[in-house]
């Protein structure tokens, strides 16, 4: 389910390391789902996305993943880089209007 | 060749005061929105314009009202301004159609009503 409390769910990894980012979404009906990646001071950035046709889709050194039995998505992102340090958000489309709903948001912190 | 444009960036206020925001979108894009960023990062859609006309509204304050001149355009004007209004407010364009295309998202602009 969905994190609960005052502060930003962190995640802080190693240079180097691989990433995962959790999301859980709300609607069964979602057909489409998108991560968003959000630098300080910087509106939301396309990362990659995943139809509910497919369970998994690759990028340049980023993997989506979806569950659909459990309404879960991840990210992951592949030797992790400094520049990788953002707001992390998942985002699930309810339908034919193109609304996206999003997620609470995951703080990557990135340890050189 | 900025996609999604903004101003003012920032914009520091008194309670009571109107205010707006413009956008604009040089992607050809057709449906426009505006979402407001909470101080825990939450985001969350206040309005969409597809064509000038308004398809979602979810439940915001009639203070505040977008305004659509043309395709490319979505200003957000708000009356009235309160003290919880404080927020980044995001302007977002898409081209509607088949469902599931990313939104394009603006830089924000940071809104802090004193």
């Known amino acids: 389910g969905e994190s609960v409390g005052l502060h930003l769910p962190t995640l802080s990894v190693q240079e180097g390391d691989n990433s995962i980012i959790n999301c859980a979404y709300s609607n069964s009906a979602s057909d489409y789902f998108i991560w968003y990646k959000q630098e300080s001071g910087k509106g939301p950035q396309f990362i990659i996305d995943?139809?509910?046709?497919?369970d998994k889709r690759q990028g340049q050194r980023v993997t989506v993943l979806l569950n659909k039995t459990v309404k879960h998505l991840s990210l992951q992102i592949a030797a992790t880089q400094p520049g990788d340090s953002a707001v992390y958000f998942c985002?699930?489309?309810?339908?034919?209007?193109?609304?996206?709903?999003f997620g609470k948001g995951t703080k990557l912190s990135v340890k050189p | 060749d900025t996609a999604v444009s903004q101003t003012p960036k920032y914009l520091v206020t008194q309670m009571g005061n109107d205010k707006s925001i413009k956008c604009e979108q040089n992607l050809g894009h057709d449906t426009m929105y505006w979402y407001k960023q909470d101080s825990k990062k939450f985001l969350k859609i206040m309005f969409s314009y597809n064509n000038k006309e308004l398809i979602i509204n979810e439940t915001v304050p009639n203070r505040f009202s977008p305004k659509s001149p043309d395709k490319a355009h979505l200003n957000l004007h708000i009356n009235s301004l309160e003290l919880g209004d404080s927020a980044v407010y995001f302007c977002?364009?898409?081209?509607?159609?088949?469902?599931?295309?990313?939104?394009?998202f603006g830089p924000g602009t940071r809104l802090t009503v004193t």
């Open positions: 995943i139809r509910s046709n497919m």
């Open positions: 977002a364009s898409s081209q509607r159609g088949l469902a599931g295309v990313p939104l394009r």
């Open positions: 985002a699930e489309n309810e339908g034919s209007q193109g609304n996206l709903i």
